[in-house]
Structure formats: C-alpha cells, structure tokens
C-alpha cells in the first residue's frame, strides 16, 4: 500500500505563512500555493502574512481564456480543465523531501498556451511527482494572467498603469521571487534554479532571459518548442493607446472612464477587444496579447538579440520533428509506393521535391521518404538562429537537441507539438500513445536523465546517451532523441534552407505563415 500522511509533518512555514499540503506514495505535494496578489489592470504585490495554516491540497484557479474550451485531439495531448478566475497568482510544488538543508535543484515550469491560454495543469503530463521522485529534484508549476489581462498596455492612461504591457511577465517574475525566498523550506536550492516551458512556455524562458528583474532568480533555462520567427505572432506597432481607446469607444465609455476597464465583466472586456482588434491588426497597430517591450521587458531574444544577462545563462534548447503536423496521417506510410510517395511530395513541395528528398535522406537517414512531408520549418528555423545566436557567447554552453520519436498513432506518426513532453516530465505512463514498450521507455530514461543532469550542473550528458557537445559557432551538434539516439553536426542546415525556398505554408493557430 502507498502511503499518505496529511498534519504536521506535511505543514511548511513560507515567508507569509504556515501552508500544509500532504504525502503520497514518496513525495509532498502542495497545490493552490499563492505566490502573489493583484487587481485587475495592477502590478504583482507580496501576498499578506497571515495567521494559522492555510490548505494547500487543492490546485488554485487558472486564468481565464478568451474562448470556450472545447476538448479534442486528446489521445495525441491529454488535457485537464480547471476553474477560472482573475485571481490566479499560484503555484504547485512537488519534493521528496522538506529539510531545508536538502537543496534540491529546481525546476520551474512555464506552462504553453502562447501568451493567452493554458495553465499549470492544463496537460496531465504536467503532474510533477514523477519528476521529483526520479530525478531527485523540487518541481514548482506556476498559474499568471494571459491574454487581455496580462497583456494590454494601458501606461499612456497615467503612472498606475504603469507595465500593465507585461503583467504576466511581472506575475512570472514574482513567483521566481517567492521560489527564491521560500523554496528551501520546500527541499530546494535557490541557487540552483531552472526555468523550463514549451511552446509559449518556452519563449516565456527565453523572455524572462530578457528581463533584469528576474536575472537574480534563475540560473539555467530549457526551451522546448520556443522560438518563432519575427512576424509569426505581431503585437504591432507603437503603444496600447489606439487598442485601448477603440476598446472603450465600443463599450460606450470615453477616455476619462478608462478606470471602468478595471470593474467590467471581463466577457465585455474581451467582446471589446475581438470586435476592434481586427481594424486595429489591419492599421498595423499595438494588439496585445504578448509581452510589451520597454525598460522593463528588453524584447524577444529572436527579435531584439541577447542581453547581457542572457549571453550567460547555460541554455538547452530543441524542437519535436514535426510540431505543428496534427492533421490526421490518411495514408498507410508503410504501404506507399514510391511513385505515390513522389506524387506527395511534389505536391507539397513543387520544383523543389526532389532536392527535398536528397537532402532529407542525407539528414534523416533512419527516417521513410514520405515523412519529409512532416518535417518542421517553423519552430526548426528560429530555433536554430537563436542557437547559433547563444552559441557565440562563450560565456555559457548551449545544448541544442531534436526529439524524433514516431508514435503508435495513425499508424506511425512522427512526434508533433507536446509529444516530447511526457518524456521530460517523466510522465509517458500518463499519456498512453507514448508507449511502446522497450522502446519509449528507455527513450524517456535517456531523455528525462538529460534533463536532470542539465539541471543539476548545466551539463546534460551520461552514460546511455551519445556525447552531447555545446554547439560551437557554425557548429550546431544537435542531439537526436529517436529509438536510437545520435548526434548529428549542421545535419539539416540545407533542408531548411530548401524548404524555406519551396515556400510551404504552415498553420499556427489560425496564422497561416
């Protein structure tokens, strides 16, 4: 039987106040923990101390999203879906073990979703026992504002507006804070802090790289899946000004009542918001919705370059072979001839199908032919710049990695956005079209001890796993996380190169770029 305990052994004292979570089955978890307050429309502030014990057995609320949330594709993503509410400044954390004197490493994770959606919990995989069981680490996972709340510049409105551009960034900020203040109680180093996300979890890592306030508060970053191109996701030119008094205008409010903005429901806030943006994007305008840059914020790391703090934080960075490919695989790829593979092919790829097929097989010899019509450009490409970008600061090493995998779905389907994150959480018994047995396993085993080791001492590399050197520049050693796990030099420099010229579209989220 698996043991639980849920009293005094299991209560912690945080910097504000006694919390109590509980034990099961080898570790202590407690959910819901606030790590800061804050209105409508304000900046993040220290919670107030508070008398007796506060539970902390119950995840928090999350924020609220712009649109219903409509469950699909959850054999290739399983979600979990939570209550909402503006007041979601929480966070989770995970331990084997509550000494003080523990000093576990610790990993923070930053949730996907963009900038206006998800949550800590939102996939199952994001469950953070396994991790700290196995790799012997305290994991905390983290609930901010998103969308219109977090995101909608409002400082021409007066000085109490101040940052409203970035509140969801000043919300990530404060609970690194918190981490750093109190997660010793929890088992946790403070000075071995690792922030790690996907998707829009992981351009909040390369972000946060870009913020000073947060330089103090973390030591290593992991970005899955996080780097886009300029352009994919526009927020716009100058300030929230014209957003903001168009937003008004609809809801029948002048400029002197832009205080209201702060009371309304926050249904009218985003039926304002979708019924101006669309004149607003077309003008070329601020639209919100991402990080605003500005003293505080100094600017996408793609976009705007490495700050000085950035150049030396030890970096492991990667993507999924073939991300944004969630349409339904209709054909039997084991059973195609090689006249329909070429008919695909061309299809997709033009004048350019056969060079995209030579050099394909040059950098996926272990892979068929046909999955060329899978492989990824949008989030590979930028990746890829921002390597060769941190792979010139000698300051600290940068780990790039690819994870490969082909799953039992749709009768062999090549890894897509989120599939490589059971493996890094430890996690795949979660997610049952991630296992193969001896197969994803042993794949997660090496995957997850990389990421641990990466996390301990900013080197990822063990016994089961090929030597995995730092990107040079000009030298990308990319880290293949496949059934057979090699490491391949620049292997796909001209492939993306090649593609980029055959000019494929690909959808992300409703942008077709």
Same mark, same amino acid.
């Given at each position: 039987?698996?043991?639980?305990?849920?009293?005094?052994?299991?209560?912690?004292?945080?910097?504000?106040?006694?919390?109590?979570?509980?034990?099961?089955?080898?570790?202590?978890?407690?959910?819901?923990?606030?790590?800061?307050?804050?209105?409508?429309?304000?900046?993040?502030?220290?919670?107030?101390?508070?008398?007796?014990?506060?539970?902390? #057995?119950?995840?928090?609320?999350?924020?609220?999203?712009?649109?219903?949330?409509?469950?699909?594709?959850?054999?290739?993503?399983?979600?979990?879906?939570?209550?909402?509410?503006?007041?979601?400044?929480?966070?989770?954390?995970?331990?084997?073990?509550?000494?003080?004197?523990?000093?576990?490493?610790?990993?923070?994770?930053?949730?996907?979703?963009?900038?206006?959606?998800?949550?800590?919990?939102?996939?199952?995989?994001?469950?953070?026992?396994?991790?700290?069981?196995?790799?012997?680490?305290?994991?905390?996972?983290?609930?901010?504002?998103?969308?219109?709340?977090?995101?909608?510049?409002?400082?021409?409105?007066?000085?109490?507006?101040?940052?409203?551009?970035?509140?969801?960034?000043?919300?990530?900020?404060?609970?690194?804070?918190?981490?750093?203040? $109190?997660?010793?109680?929890?088992?946790?180093?403070?000075?071995?802090?690792?922030?790690?996300?996907?998707?829009?979890?992981?351009?909040?890592?390369?972000?946060?790289?870009?913020?000073?306030?947060?330089?103090?508060?973390?030591?290593?970053?992991?970005?899955?899946?996080?780097?886009?191109?300029?352009?994919?996701?526009?927020?716009?030119?100058?300030?929230?000004?014209?957003?903001?008094?168009?937003?008004?205008?609809?809801?029948?409010?002048?400029?002197?009542?832009?205080?209201?903005?702060?009371?309304?429901?926050?249904?009218?806030?985003?039926?304002?918001?979708?019924?101006?943006?669309?004149?607003?994007?077309?003008?070329?305008?601020?639209?919100?919705?991402?990080?605003?840059?500005?003293?505080?914020?100094?600017?996408?790391?793609?976009?705007?370059?490495?700050?000085?703090?950035?150049?030396?934080?030890?970096?492991?960075?990667? #993507?999924?072979?073939?991300?944004?490919?969630?349409?339904?695989?209709?054909?039997?790829?084991?059973?195609?001839?090689?006249?329909?593979?070429?008919?695909? #092919?061309?299809?997709?790829?033009?004048?350019?199908?056969?060079?995209?097929?030579?050099?394909?097989?040059?950098?996926?010899?272990?892979?068929?032919?046909?999955?060329?019509?899978?492989?990824?450009?949008?989030?590979?490409?930028?990746?890829?710049?921002?390597?060769?970008?941190?792979?010139?600061?000698?300051?600290?090493?940068?780990?790039?990695?690819?994870?490969?995998?082909?799953?039992?779905?749709?009768?062999?389907?090549?890894?897509?956005?989120?599939?490589?994150?059971?493996?890094?959480?430890? $996690?795949?018994?979660?997610?049952?079209?991630?296992?193969?047995?001896?197969?994803?396993?042993?794949?997660?085993?090496?995957?997850?001890?990389?990421?641990?080791?990466?996390?301990?001492?900013?080197?990822?590399?063990?016994?089961?796993?090929?030597?995995?050197?730092?990107?040079?520049?000009?030298?990308?050693?990319?880290?293949?996380?496949?059934?057979?796990?090699?490491?391949?030099?620049?292997?796909?420099?001209?492939?993306?190169?090649?593609?980029?010229?055959?000019?494929?579209?690909?959808?992300?989220?409703?942008?077709?770029?």
């Amino acid at each position: 039987m698996k043991q639980f305990m849920c009293d005094e052994r299991t209560t912690v004292k945080t910097k504000a106040g006694l919390v109590k979570g509980y034990f099961f089955d080898g570790y202590y978890v407690f959910k819901g923990v606030h790590y800061a307050e804050a209105d409508r429309y304000e900046l993040p502030k220290d919670v107030e101390p508070w008398e007796g014990v506060k539970d902390a #057995t119950s995840f928090g609320f999350v924020c609220p999203l712009m649109g219903k949330e409509t469950p699909s594709g959850e054999l290739l993503v399983p979600h979990a879906y939570w209550p909402q509410d503006e007041h979601c400044q929480n966070l989770n954390v995970w331990s084997t073990d509550l000494c003080p004197e523990a000093k576990k490493p610790v990993m923070v994770w930053l949730h996907g979703g963009g900038y206006s959606a998800g949550s800590s919990i939102e996939q199952v995989c994001y469950d953070g026992a396994n991790m700290a069981r196995c790799g012997d680490v305290v994991v905390v996972t983290i609930n901010h504002r998103l969308n219109i709340l977090g995101y909608l510049d409002l400082s021409e409105f007066g000085e109490e507006y101040a940052n409203t551009g970035n509140l969801g960034h000043a919300d990530m900020v404060a609970a690194l804070k918190w981490v750093h203040e $109190n997660i010793a109680a929890f088992g946790g180093d403070p000075e071995n802090v690792t922030i790690f996300g996907q998707s829009g979890g992981g351009m909040k890592v390369t972000d946060l790289m870009n913020i000073p306030a947060a330089d103090e508060y973390f030591q290593k970053g992991i970005c899955i899946s996080g780097a886009i191109e300029p352009g994919i996701m526009p927020a716009g030119e100058g300030s929230g000004r014209p957003l903001v008094e168009a937003m008004l205008k609809y809801l029948g409010l002048t400029v002197d009542q832009v205080g209201e903005l702060k009371t309304l429901p926050y249904t009218k806030l985003v039926e304002a918001y979708q019924a101006v943006v669309p004149e607003i994007q077309k003008q070329g305008l601020y639209t919100g919705q991402r990080p605003f840059v500005n003293d505080w914020f100094l600017g996408r790391l793609e976009e705007t370059g490495l700050s000085e703090h950035a150049k030396k934080v030890p970096l492991m960075i990667g #993507t999924v072979f073939g991300e944004f490919a969630f349409a339904p695989q209709t054909y039997d790829k084991y059973a195609l001839s090689e006249e329909e593979v070429k008919k695909m #092919t061309a299809d997709k790829y033009g004048d350019h199908a056969e060079r995209m097929s030579e050099l394909f097989a040059e950098a996926y010899p272990e892979k068929l032919p046909v999955d060329v019509l899978t492989v990824d450009g949008l989030f590979r490409r930028p990746t890829k710049a921002v390597i060769q970008a941190k792979a010139a600061c000698d300051e600290s090493p940068t780990y790039a990695y690819l994870f490969g995998f082909e799953f039992p779905v749709e009768g062999g389907k090549l890894a897509w956005h989120c599939s490589d994150l059971p493996f890094f959480f430890h $996690n795949i018994d979660l997610v049952p079209s991630a296992n193969v047995p001896g197969v994803s396993d042993k794949l997660q085993e090496q995957l997850f001890t990389a990421v641990m080791n990466f996390a301990k001492t900013g080197d990822p590399n063990h016994a089961e796993i090929p030597f995995w050197p730092a990107s040079k520049p000009g030298d990308e050693a990319t880290m293949i996380f496949d059934r057979t796990c090699v490491v391949r030099h620049n292997h796909d420099d001209e492939l993306l190169k090649e593609q980029k010229a055959a000019a494929v579209k690909f959808v992300f989220g409703n942008i077709q770029h």
